[in-house]
C-alpha cells in the first residue's frame, strides 16, 4: 500500500516502486509509502529492469532503484521503455544514437544516425549516413 499523499502517483509498481510528482517534479516511493527518490527529476521511467532513465534540465542519466546516479546527465534521450533482453537500452548523445548496458557502460558507440532494431538475443540494425548495419553483441 502507497499513501496518496502525492499530485500524482503511477498505478503501476515495478520492483516495489511507483514514481510520484510532488511541486512538478518526479520522484519514487517504495511501497508502504517510503520515499526512496525524492522528487528532483523533470520525467522519469518507470522501473521495468533495476535501472531507469530520469531527465533533469534538458539531460537523461540512468538511476538504480535506490536512486544511485548510473551514468551522468550526458545523454539527450534514453529510450526507456525498451529494454532490450532487460540489459540493453538506446540512447542519444549529441544527436546520434548508440546502446548503454544496465551498467551504464557504452556497449553500441554513439555515432549511429538511429537504432533500427533489435535482432533476438545476436545484435541491432543500426542506420549510418543511409546505410544499414548490422552490429552483433
Same mark, same amino acid.
Given at each position: 500500500v %502507497?499513501?496518496?499523499?502525492?499530485?500524482?502517483l503511477e498505478m503501476e509498481i515495478s520492483h516495489d516502486l511507483a514514481f510520484f510528482v510532488e511541486d512538478g517534479k518526479y520522484g519514487f516511493v517504495k511501497v508502504g509509502g517510503k520515499i526512496v527518490v525524492p522528487a528532483i527529476y523533470d520525467r522519469v521511467y518507470s522501473f521495468d $529492469?533495476? $535501472? #531507469?532513465? &530520469?531527465q533533469k534540465d534538458e539531460k537523461w542519466a540512468l %538511476?538504480? #532503484?535506490k536512486g544511485k546516479k548510473i551514468t551522468d546527465f550526458e545523454y539527450d534521450f534514453i529510450i526507456a521503455h525498451s529494454w532490450y533482453e532487460k540489459q540493453w537500452v538506446v540512447a542519444y548523445k549529441n544527436e546520434l544514437a548508440g546502446v548503454l548496458?544496465?551498467?551504464?557502460? &557504452? &556497449? %553500441?558507440?554513439f555515432e549511429y544516425d538511429r537504432i533500427i532494431s533489435y535482432h533476438a538475443n545476436t545484435g541491432f540494425y543500426v542506420e549510418q549516413n543511409e546505410n544499414r548495419l548490422y552490429i552483433k553483441l
Open positions: %502507497i499513501p496518496c499523499k502525492f499530485e500524482q $529492469v533495476p $535501472v #531507469t532513465a &530520469v %538511476i538504480n #532503484t548496458d544496465l551498467n551504464g557502460n &557504452v &556497449v %553500441i558507440p
